[in-house]
């Protein structure tokens, strides 16, 4: 619930802290006090747009701070702090402040974490639910109305959202195997040939890196030919260095028992010969490998060439090549066994059709039955509000299957006739500014504030109706507040703000060219003397007093 307002320099408002409690709270005031700027204020941090005509005259910028408590945090409003990535600790208020500069633009922060003003959009209609004379959301905006049907009736959505979803997706897993048997069969000779080609071809994964190694070592061997034929000159034969260290070494082996250091020199030239005997074996070996064969280094070139032009064709690595014939088999295989697949595929996609429309006419007559009750309920509520001539009703209409979806197969709209054989027309559009919120505060006591907001708001419902009109308004107000709701009213009635726990007088003062506006929340004796003053006009007489006192007496 909102628990404190903080308003700075917003129009005719220089600093104000309000602070709000559960229940019902009333605001009252003389015409033109400046009841509308408290709500533009509240529109502020709500996410309404920052126009620098509220900055008040001579300020640079002006700003406005809610804090909402909850015992509980709203689901709806968990989702969208976690889907902005902010980080709320449990039990912590939420905080919203607004900017906005005489010069433009704006700025907004919830719990000082900088948020734009479409995140306090969304945030808004599980914060504050309000109701005024030109009302065009909330309970008005038919897009809301199934829900709050659904909810009257307890009906249970998830069982039809699930069926929708097991259809859809067996809808789409049936098409997409139609096009892909469409596709398949309109590329089927050309897959025919790609697939001749690569069976032709045989490539393997790797085969690409063997062969540019392989060539790359034939083109070298090609480079070195010359060095190597004169190293296996070098090598070869009885005169060669390492025959001349073997001799060496036998000779000196008969005498090397002589003199330790001809031990030593045998041990040397012992490693030598082996050493030079790697060397040799190296160097037959890279022989070998860079042998320069024309024939070979033509094959290993023109195999390469192959592989890397058919990669270019289907556009992919040599190494994907394989992995693509397989692919081709398994669509030509599609072809032939496709049809079976289909029909699987359509008789799983008409069973969860059936299920989910066996599961939404359930959920329609569930709320049909919920529409006539509801209808009853808000009957009830009409004749003490001065509205016995008008009748409501619910409208449960079947969509046609396109708008078809997780929440069923039918449109729900609220519907009024305000006159004896009128036409049913939407809320919003047959009924006057007052009218319209005496019908929505029925409706919000019949459907005993399923869906609704944190905080309730309702802007002069009164208007134009008073006595017991005014008394009934006052009662589904405060019933309406009761328990742990919170409802605030801005009211001209003295029948209604009798009616209310807590009491604020807005008022405006001037001194000299500077025009305030403030807000005051009354005492006991001070909310007898406003209610008088409601009562009398200008002049509080002691009649008016009386009254007062009989009204609040009779809360």
């Not at 929708?164 to 048997?181: F, G």
């Not at 990669?311 to 992919?316: D, G, I, M, P, V």
Request: proline share 3%; glycine share 8%.
């Amino acid at each position: 619930m909102l628990t404190r307002l903080s308003i700075r320099n917003i129009v005719l408002i220089e600093a104000l802290d309000l602070d709000f409690s559960r229940g019902l709270g009333v605001l009252t005031g003389e015409t033109g006090a400046g009841k509308s700027i408290l709500l533009d204020a509240l529109g502020l941090v709500l996410g309404g747009r920052a126009e620098t005509s509220l900055v008040r005259a001579g300020e640079a910028k002006a700003a406005v701070t809610a804090s909402f408590e909850f015992a509980a945090m709203p689901a709806a409003i968990k989702d969208v702090l976690e889907d902005a990535d902010l980080e709320i600790e449990p039990g912590e208020p939420l905080m919203i402040r607004r900017q906005v500069k005489a010069d433009g633009g704006s700025k907004a922060f919830v719990n000082d974490q900088p948020v734009s003003a479409g995140l306090l959009r969304l945030l808004a209609p599980s914060l504050v639910e309000l109701h005024g004379q030109h009302d065009d959301r909330g309970l008005v905006n038919p897009s809301g109305h199934r829900a709050l049907l659904d909810q009257y009736a307890a009906s249970k959505l998830d069982t039809v959202a699930a069926a929708w979803t097991k259809w859809r997706d067996a809808q789409a897993k049936l098409e997409a195997a139609k096009a892909s048997i469409v596709q398949a069969k309109e590329d089927e000779e050309l897959l025919i040939a790609h697939l001749a080609e690569l069976d032709q071809l045989q490539p393997e994964v790797g085969e690409e890196a063997q062969l540019a190694g392989l060539r790359s070592d034939m083109q070298k061997g090609e480079r070195l030919q010359g060095e190597l034929e004169a190293l296996r000159k070098v090598w070869d034969g009885s005169n060669s260095p390492l025959a001349s260290l073997r001799s060496a070494a036998r000779k000196l082996e008969r005498v090397a028992e002589e003199h330790p250091l001809l031990t030593e020199a045998l041990a040397y030239l012992d490693r030598a010969v082996v050493e030079a005997g790697e060397a040799e074996d190296k160097l037959t070996e890279a022989g070998y490998q860079l042998m320069h064969d024309p024939a070979a280094l033509d094959d290993a070139e023109t195999r390469l060439f192959e592989l890397r032009a058919a990669a270019r064709k289907h556009r992919c690595e040599v190494d994907a090549l394989p992995e693509l014939m397989g692919t081709m088999r398994a669509q030509l295989d599609a072809i032939e066994s496709g049809e079976a697949g289909v029909g699987a595929l359509a008789k799983a996609a008409e069973e969860a059709g059936d299920a989910y429309r066996e599961k939404a006419q359930r959920l329609h007559d569930a709320r049909s039955k919920a529409a006539v009750k509801l209808d009853k309920a808000v009957a009830a509520e009409l004749a003490p509000l001065k509205l016995d001539a008008a009748k409501f009703q619910t409208q449960v209409q079947a969509l046609p299957q396109e708008r078809w979806g997780p929440g069923g197969m039918d449109g729900v709209e609220f519907l009024i006739a305000t006159n004896p054989g009128a036409p049913f027309a939407p809320l919003g559009k047959i009924a006057s500014g007052g009218e319209l919120s005496r019908f929505i505060l029925a409706l919000k006591v019949a459907l005993a504030e399923q869906g609704g907001a944190a905080t309730v708001i309702f802007d002069e419902i009164d208007r134009g109706v008073g006595g017991a009109v005014a008394s009934a308004i006052g009662d589904r107000l405060a019933r309406l507040a009761s328990g742990d709701g919170q409802l605030l009213a801005v009211t001209h009635s003295p029948q209604v703000a009798a009616r209310g726990g807590t009491h604020y007088l807005i008022a405006k003062s001037s001194a000299g060219t500077v025009t305030k506006t403030s807000v005051q929340r009354l005492s006991e004796a001070e909310r007898q003397e406003e209610i008088a003053r409601m009562l009398s006009g200008a002049e509080i007489t002691s009649e008016a007093r009386a009254q007062a006192d009989r009204l609040l007496e009779g809360v």
